[in-house]
């Protein structure tokens, strides 16, 4: 047997320094910030594992007598912050801000360190305007807008990269993008080799996200609100690890390779359905629907696993052999392949059961949802209050890589869990099935093709609460003001595409498993209870 341990801890010091001033003269109202702010990140983590176990059921590193590994890291991470803002109203009807911040990160170079970004924005409160008509309609307008800059710093490690054991213990953020890494490993005689397993890049510097809004709230019978706004985010300087040729002796490199754009609308919606001083019951919901493209790349694309990135084609576009189905004849599976004359020109395609002859294509289906947002309620009567929060998300597609290995043919795989759907697989007595033969000798059978793309769409219960407030003048009597009584429920269901697959997981932004499914526990359940009294 084996026994292992590992110890991990993170240290946080934040400093900040605040100077404020507000001052109201007439119909002005004028607040000015001025900030400095520094945060010093450490990681340590230490990390052993022993062979050949003495005494069973005793887990101690010394109960053991051949020494596997022993490794470990000190991970630094420095921010540093110069801000400023500034608010104006004039009325209390217009309203003009403005900002600036000048951060440095110790994830990049000297020389690309440090980043300036700024914003501003409007707002105008039409509902106090004189010439605004009063009505139990509309009851209250406002319109905004707003630009700002925001940096971005965070670079990691592709999935599977082992810097240590990193890996093992989710540490997957990279803070040395811009020197070599390098592992010492020892040889069989105990010799020490130092390995570079990083390729560093001076030049990689700030991401920067621009992000414009243009929007109204209104209001309506007193009751209904309603916020919607238009916006565009467009990313410069985009971070990405571009895979290297294995000459190199290392796999990728950090760089900024190009511009992206999001535009979309986001509308949040409430309504007060009853509101008296017995009653209350709220809905509301919001959503979000946006369309992404890639602007700007150092080529025409980039390829990355089973994404290709390319200009006029949206990011995290799927680049994926097209699955054509089960040959009735032999169970093998078949992929589309391109005909060409003699000048390359496709004239056609076949299909063809030799997976390396098959054409990749730009898959129409995407990891981002055409709409993501939530919904919810509160009710109250008297002194009992419920309250309910789902979310949802409608129009993506995700790889589900953990069905792939469930279905996974070859010899590696025996003895391994299966889905269910291999009952249904291709044999000479069901030889109509769509899906294809479990080969415990190709290891291609199921290989990486559209035939794993599944529907992201979810609807899960978020939060679910009941709360009874006290108010009893005996409690009062002992100094006590109030208290409450709380009953609390967080991730109660989900419904996706295929039980046991939790879209949540792999959500855009997840590092470099963006529409993936991984091999992680789910969201946890969880029910708690709450007491709280205040004196």
């Given amino acids: 047997g084996r026994i292992g341990t590992a110890t991990s801890n993170d240290y946080t010091i934040t400093n900040q320094q605040l100077l404020s001033w507000k001052k109201s003269f007439g119909n002005h109202t004028l607040d000015i910030l001025v900030g400095h702010e520094s945060s010093d990140f450490t990681s340590k983590m230490l990390a052993g594992q022993k062979s050949g176990v003495v005494i069973p059921g005793l887990p101690v590193l010394s109960n053991a007598t051949k020494y596997n590994y022993v490794d470990g890291y000190n991970d630094l991470y420095n921010v540093e912050g110069y801000f400023s803002r500034v608010n104006y109203s004039y009325k209390d009807k217009y309203f003009v801000n403005g900002s600036f911040r000048r951060d440095g990160s110790s994830v990049f170079s000297p020389d690309n360190r440090w980043g300036n970004f700024y914003g501003f924005g409007a707002a105008w409160s039409v509902a106090k305007e004189s010439f605004f008509p009063k009505s139990k309609v509309v009851t209250d307008l406002r319109i905004k807008g707003s630009y700002g800059e925001q940096g971005n710093d965070n670079i990691f490690y592709p999935s599977g990269t082992q810097i240590s054991h990193r890996s093992y213990f989710g540490s997957a953020r990279n803070y040395y993008a811009y020197q070599n890494q390098y592992e010492i490993v020892p040889d069989a005689d105990g010799n020490a080799t130092v390995l570079q397993v990083y390729t560093g890049n001076k030049d990689i510097k700030w991401e920067v996200s621009k992000n414009m809004n243009l929007g109204f709230e209104i209001e309506l019978f007193n009751r209904v609100n309603i916020e919607a706004e238009y916006f565009e985010r467009k990313v410069s300087d985009l971070i990405y690890n571009r895979p290297l040729s294995p000459s190199t002796g290392t796999n990728f490199v950090s760089e900024n390779i190009g511009d992206m754009a999001n535009k979309g609308i986001e509308i949040n919606l409430g309504i007060d359905v009853i509101k008296t001083e017995d009653v209350d019951f709220n809905i509301w ?126 010899s590696d795989n025996i003895g391994q869990n299966y889905h269910k759907d291999v009952e249904k697989a291709w044999t000479v007595d069901n030889p109509n099935s769509d899906v294809p033969r479990i080969d415990h000798v190709s290891t291609l059978q199921m290989a990486a093709s559209d035939y794993f793309l599944i529907k992201s769409d979810y609807i899960s219960i978020q939060d679910v609460s009941l709360s009874y407030d006290f108010k009893n003048s005996k409690l009062q009597d002992l100094g006590i003001s109030s208290t409450k009584f709380s009953l609390m429920g967080s991730n109660l269901a989900l419904w996706s595409e295929r039980k046991g697959m939790d879209p949540r997981l792999s959500n855009l932004g997840s590092r470099s498993n963006n529409g993936q499914s991984l091999n992680v526990y789910g969201v946890m359940k969880t029910i708690s209870f709450g007491l709280t009294v205040n004196f």
């Fill in 285 to 410: 919901a919001n959503g979000t629907h946006y369309k992404n493209e890639i602007t700007a790349l150092p080529n025409s694309f980039v390829s990355g696993g089973i994404f290709r990135f390319q200009v006029g084609a949206p990011a995290y576009a799927y680049y994926l052999r097209e699955f054509a189905g089960v040959d009735k004849t032999n169970g093998n599976s078949l992929w589309y392949m391109d005909q060409k004359d003699a000048s390359g020109a496709v004239t056609g395609r076949t299909t063809t059961s030799v997976y390396g002859s098959a054409t990749q294509y730009i898959n129409k289906k995407n990891a981002n949802p055409d709409v993501y947002g939530g919904f919810g309620t509160v009710v109250r009567y008297k002194n009992l209050t419920l309250q309910a929060s789902l979310a949802y998300q409608f129009g993506g597609y995700m790889y589900d890589n953990v069905y792939q290995s469930a279905m996974y043919s070859g």
